[in-house]
């Protein structure tokens, strides 16, 4: 017995030998995904904080602490447009997970019926306008909105709505929520394929005992599907939440350019972000703030997916548990 | 489904209202993608009188593709997108289907660690990382080249890749590599003889949803590469829109074409796409 | 065809060990299946033979040579696993000759031993098709028919037939005893399922959590078996364990005492097999029939012998009885085992 116990301590010896025949594919197989994830994504993510607390003094890089980021909170130039951003940001957000979800949620249930004909054409076309560009997407919708081309106005007057016509995209009030609008147009297939898949993913078995029980259509999505796809509402909140603060930007610069006009009504982290770091007009690019409007751009995004995968996430597994 | 063999009007008419609900939005999604593909082919006049109807002889114009196909620019943005797309497309399959094979296959320390390591990109978008990348990039000499695009389209498709890959990968017997062993493969052998082959209905799945974000990119190449030279299509339609607003069909056309090669790869690989999404995103 | 050796084999992951000196002599050509409950270790001992796991103490011989240390493909072994694991991008012609051709073989001696291994196995005219295109039976054929070609010295089966439906499975099994005559090749054979284990083996190993419990043909186990965990895992359906003791040289269940027996006074764990439960109106064993389970030409019958006594009788069908009857039942002595108390 007493043997035994000591050949099993330092066993470790001859497990080696295979192991480190073994090891060097492992290597082989993993290092370059690490190195170039590592240099071009980690790294600059990374190097981008540190520049936040630094300032550039005669040419030379210098601490400055939390100095950027007091700036960016107090001095008005920075703060009312991260103010504005941020708070359009918001906007943009709400927008998408009122309007946007709840349909891609509402198709999906439909695209999901077991007898439905034709879903995988539909499914096709729905996801469609996700492919494009936004560059073309932005251009397409500018051109059916603009008052020059005039297919909204005249439909409008078609309909004897044409009074109620106006160039959405160049007013103040409207802009952010015609430019949401458009993003929800383009972006509604991500949602709608994530949940369409749980949806199928649910076993048929489940669906027909609640069918036994009494439930019928509406009542079998509301109190059996809807339930079993919670984590995937999690997950597209989650997606929608990050895609709302990045992507946002193609879009926008795009339509309404780096100004996002009119009068930065349509601003939006990315878009302040892009300014901030090469600068507009007379005001010149700076990196530092830049870096820190980036970085501050990072936490808040981190904060949410901080919630997520410990808050809301793990409820929701508990609850499917 | 036995109720649906016996419709009765009740049946048929919630079965209409569905197919138009869903044909509604088919209208809504496709209508602007038709109007830019008809007036690409009209005339200038026509597409501001008729911007609904086809082309007819009368109004039928090449001139706006030709206009594009024409353009000394135009060919040298496709051929950019084209590299750029397609090599980093290339190394995400390869170098990401490596690490997802390493990750499901040995045990090793730090194998979780690295498994959320390589995936933590997916919620962590790499634009973030922008003001480095471009100092970075000015270091490596590399601004203006396609280089710097390739590599910051990889590292920003591998998480997904990596992510997908091992999902679908973990669900995937050991035994057949196991057998291989047995017949004396290498290790390295077994992932190009036998796991490529094993992942290969993913692997469409994971081309087309790392394709679309670098196809329709506008943010790296206008940072990165915003030159002449190295334009990207996307970029490339956003500056011609700018310089030709007077050209409209030029300009429609324009777009056509950048739409062209994702549609393309989404019609030959849309019936994949669930398959993969059902295989690995949900899971998260 | 060769011997196999395992001395002092064990394996460690991480801080679970999931083997503990195991030691096992194969003889040639002999059949050994491994069987226990899932997680006892018996498919991580046939991964430690087979290389495709390194033994953290211990040595692994084939033969006379000690392949602990050796890659899987040096070890001359072959093996048929759970899931076929067949190349789904290969032929059958193609999945059976890779391992030759991967080694370099001639392209004349693959095709020989293919068509060799083809033959036995029947598969001569699905050599075109992709696995895919075949049912369960025949890709498990066709995996077999792999690690024939091989011609190795042992054969490894990881629960082989685990994915096939009954009917099936009893026709593979007697294919692989057909096999195993014809070629007169030492393999080892690992199942859950202890059918399979008494109609193939030579001899049985019974593993539990990591250690062999008993080695033995199967009439040894079946007959003597060392502890309850073996009596209870072989023979269907289980033997019946009842708590008894042992007062003043007697066996006695409840208050009726039974056979002599020389063990001293104290509780004690009493196992009769089903089969061995005698219906007999002098029997000294009265219960109630709960369930009564007809099967043709034997029944199964649930009786309760008193509180805690539950005991099933594996009977001839002749007999109806249905649920309420009292029945009277005895055991030969030379039948009936005795455990200590758990």
Not at chain 1, 264 to 276: A, E, Y
Not at chain 2, 254 to 281: C, D, E, K, N, Q
Request: aromatic share 10%.
């Amino acid at each position: 017995m007493k043997t035994s116990r000591g050949r099993a301590l330092d066993g470790a010896v001859p497990r080696k030998r295979i192991g480190t025949s073994r090891r060097w594919h492992i290597f082989v197989f993993l290092a370059p995904a690490t190195v170039l994830y590592t240099v071009f994504a980690i790294y600059p993510i990374v190097e981008t904080l540190r520049l936040s607390l630094l300032v550039e003094v005669d040419g030379s890089n210098v601490f400055a602490g939390l100095g950027n980021y007091a700036r960016l909170l107090t001095e008005p130039f920075w703060a009312e447009q991260f103010a504005n951003a941020f708070w359009n940001n918001c906007i943009l957000f709400l927008l998408h997970m009122l309007v946007q979800n709840p349909i891609a949620l509402m198709l999906a249930a439909i695209l999901s019926i077991p007898s439905l004909r034709g879903a995988a054409v539909y499914r096709t076309v729905f996801f469609l306008p996700t492919l494009l560009s936004v560059v073309v997407v932005g251009f397409i919708w500018q051109l059916i909105l603009s008052p020059l081309w005039g297919i909204t106005p005249d439909a409008m007057k078609a309909i004897g709505l044409g009074s109620w016509f106006r160039p959405w995209l160049g007013l103040e009030s409207s802009a952010l929520i015609t430019i949401t609008l458009i993003s929800i147009w383009q972006y509604v297939g991500i949602p709608l394929m994530l949940f369409y898949a749980a949806l199928l993913n649910i076993p048929e078995e489940t669906v027909e005992a609640a069918r036994i029980d009494g439930l019928n259509g509406f009542w079998i999505f509301w109190k059996v599907k809807l339930p079993l796809i919670l984590p995937t509402l999690g997950l597209v909140t989650i997606l929608t939440y990050i895609g709302n603060f990045t992507v946002s930007f193609d879009l926008i610069y795009s339509v309404q350019g780096g100004l996002a006009g009119p009068n930065f009504s349509t601003d939006v982290m990315g878009t302040f972000l892009f300014r901030s770091f090469f600068g507009f007009q007379s005001q010149s690019g700076d990196t530092h703030m830049g870096a820190t409007v980036a970085s501050a751009l990072f936490f808040i995004i981190l904060i949410g997916v901080g919630t997520y995968l410990f808050g809301v996430q793990r409820r929701l597994l508990r609850h499917e548990g | 489904m036995p109720w649906r063999k016996r419709t009765t009007t009740g049946q048929a008419l919630s079965a209409a209202a569905i197919h138009g609900v869903l044909l509604a939005w088919c209208a809504l999604a496709l209508f602007p993608l038709y109007l830019v593909v008809i007036n690409g082919a009209k005339s200038r006049r026509a597409i501001f009188n008729d911007p609904l109807k086809l082309p007819t002889s009368d109004t039928f114009s090449a001139k706006g593709y030709a206009s594009v196909v024409g353009n000394s620019e135009f060919p040298l943005y496709f051929g950019n997108s084209l590299v750029v797309t397609s090599v980093s497309l290339l190394l995400i399959l390869l170098l990401g289907a490596m690490a997802a094979h390493a990750l499901s296959e040995y045990r090793f320390r730090g194998n979780t660690l690295l498994g959320l390591y390589l995936i933590v990109g997916i919620m962590v978008p790499i634009r973030l990382g922008t003001v480095a990348l471009l100092e970075l990039m000015v270091n490596l000499n590399l601004t203006n080249t396609l280089t710097a695009l390739i590599l910051v389209y990889t590292a920003q498709g591998l998480p997904v890749a990596i992510f997908i890959f091992t999902e679908f990968l973990r669900a995937v017997s050991r035994e057949i590599k196991d057998s291989a062993r047995i017949d004396g493969l290498s290790e390295y052998r077994i992932f190009f003889e036998v796991v490529i082959p094993l992942v290969r209905p993913v692997i469409a799945t994971v081309a087309v949803f790392s394709m679309i974000p670098i196809w329709n990119d506008l943010w790296f190449p206008l940072i990165l590469a915003p030159g002449q030279e190295t334009r990207t299509v996307t970029l490339g339609v956003q500056q011609f829109i700018g310089q030709y607003t007077v050209d409209w069909g030029a300009v429609l056309a324009a777009l056509s074409v950048a739409v062209l090669p994702v549609l393309v790869m989404y019609i030959i690989f849309s019936r994949h796409l669930i398959r993969g999404i059902t295989a690995g995103a949900v899971k998260g | 065809m060769a011997t196999l050796d395992l001395k002092g084999v064990s394996k460690q992951f991480d801080d679970t060990r999931v083997l503990d000196n195991i030691n096992l002599n194969v003889a040639d050509g002999e059949l050994v299946v491994f069987v226990g409950p899932s997680g006892c270790g018996k498919s991580t001992l046939l991964r430690l033979i087979a290389g495709l796991e390194a033994v953290t103490t211990g040595d692994v011989s084939i033969g006379d040579r000690d392949v602990s240390h050796l890659p899987p493909s040096k070890r001359g072994i072959a093996m048929v696993f759970q899931s076929y694991a067949l190349y789904p991008h290969k032929t059958v012609r193609g999945n059976l000759g890779f391992a030759l051709k991967h080694a370099g073989a001639p392209a004349a001696d693959i095709k020989r031993r293919v068509d060799a291994a083809a033959a036995i196995l029947e598969l001569e005219d699905l050599m075109d098709r992709l696995p895919r295109a075949l049912s369960g039976g025949q890709r498990q054929r066709v995996a077999i028919g792999r690690a024939i070609v091989r011609e190795p010295d042992v054969f490894l089966f990881d629960e082989p037939l685990s994915n096939l439906d009954a009917a099936l499975r009893v026709h593979m099994r007697v294919e692989i005893l057909k096999l195993h005559q014809r070629l007169g090749a030492t393999m080892v054979y690992v199942t859950h399922d202890q059918t399979e284990a008494m109609t193939l083996a030579d001899r049985i190993v019974v593993m539990r959590d990591g250690c062999i419990e008993q080695v033995g043909t199967p009439l040894e186990l079946y007959r003597h078996p060392a502890n309850r965990f073996v009596a209870g895992f072989i023979g269907s359906p289980a033997m019946n364990f009842l708590d008894a003791q042992v007062r003043e040289g007697r066996v006695v269940l409840g208050d009726q005492p039974l056979h002599p027996c020389t063990r001293t006074d104290g509780p004690i764990t009493l196992g009769i097999r089903p089969e061995h439960l005698v219906q007999d109106d002098d029997g000294p064993l009265s219960g109630g029939v709960e369930v009564f389970e007809h099967l043709g030409g034997e029944a199964f019958v649930h009786i309760t012998l008193g509180e805690n006594l539950k005991v099933v009788a594996k009977l001839d069908g002749e007999k109806v009885y249905r649920p309420g009857d009292t029945i009277r039942l005895s055991a030969p002595e030379e039948r009936c085992h005795l455990f200590e108390h758990s």
